[in-house]
């Protein structure tokens, strides 16, 4: 069945009444997207920032009355004029829209990250099958890569490995793939939580990865430590991360921007002999090893 799309320019107006007078106008779904080039950083805890231009992208049934769709947007929202554009969407399989761009990638010299049904074209590749969703994490992220490729030259046989802030699980589960004995995914999101669980349950590794919600629950210390969060909460977080990672273990820290990598490594430096081991589009990865108490 095709679809009418309504796009509404926002610029930089709050979407809420935009979007609210959309589905009182009879929208199955509005998205929200950037209309500008400006980049969306991983949000922190509770936060749920918008781009600062944005574009409202509303679908409604075919032979919807235009008319009468845009006489509620400009009684609700004050919306009318050129920011309106309609257009004819024809129907699709929405859920597998994704596999257009997203394709199995390889991570160092061995592990690859495939979606669903798709094989890695090297022979004897680790592959780690995983989709997009709700959670962070496909490997498509800077950020994500750096520490995958890390994970895959690190020496990770029979190791205990903490992913702090696990998101889809995604560094867990590669590193179990690669050698690892047991893994420790832990995030405050209960998303991430289901979703970690469904991609190990789905690699046949739910026996080897715990799912944990509260720090005060990790089984200390851990051989390896992996944290993809963001520069402010690393700064905070570095006492308890350094209290995770056994003497003489690793740790490997990303989520931030090149200019934050020299706070972030002081911030460590009490307990790890830490330094930037790799960087892509402004973003750094600092590992280093916890040194002898």
């Not at 050129?82 to 991570?107: G, I, K, Q, T, Y």
């Amino acid at each position: 069945m095709p679809f009418l799309q309504l796009t509404v320019e926002l610029g930089r107006e709050a979407p809420d009444a935009a979007e609210a007078a959309c589905f009182a106008a009879g929208a199955l779904a509005v998205t929200l997207a950037d209309a500008g080039e400006q980049t969306l950083l991983e949000p922190a805890p509770g936060e749920t920032p918008l781009w600062p231009l944005l574009r409202l992208q509303a679908l409604f049934p075919a032979g919807t009355a235009q008319a009468l769709v845009e006489a509620t947007l400009q009684a609700l929202a004050g919306l009318s004029g050129p920011s309106l554009r309609w257009e004819a969407v024809e129907d699709r399989a929405w859920e597998r829209e994704w596999l257009r761009d997203f394709r199995p990638m390889r991570f160092g010299r061995r592990l690859w990250v495939c979606p669903g049904g798709q094989a890695a074209p090297e022979p004897g590749a680790v592959v780690l099958e995983l989709d997009p969703g709700l959670a962070f994490g496909t490997g498509t992220h800077p950020t994500t890569a750096l520490c995958l490729e890390w994970l895959d030259a690190a020496p990770l046989a029979g190791c205990r490995l903490l992913d702090y802030g696990c998101g889809s699980g995604i560094l867990a589960l590669a590193a179990l793939k690669l050698g690892a004995a047991r893994a420790w995914a832990l995030d405050h999101d209960p998303q991430a939580l289901t979703a970690a669980r469904a991609n190990a349950a789905h690699n046949g590794l739910g026996e080897r990865l715990e799912v944990v919600a509260d720090p005060a629950a990790l089984p200390r210390p851990f051989d390896v430590v992996v944290a993809n969060i963001l520069s402010g909460p690393l700064i905070a977080l570095a006492p308890s991360l350094a209290g995770c990672c056994r003497p003489g273990g690793a740790i490997a820290l990303a989520g931030l921007l090149d200019a934050q990598a020299p706070e972030v490594a002081a911030a460590y430096r009490p307990w790890f002999d830490i330094r930037a081991m790799a960087a892509r589009g402004g973003w750094t990865l600092l590992a280093g090893e916890r040194r002898a108490e």
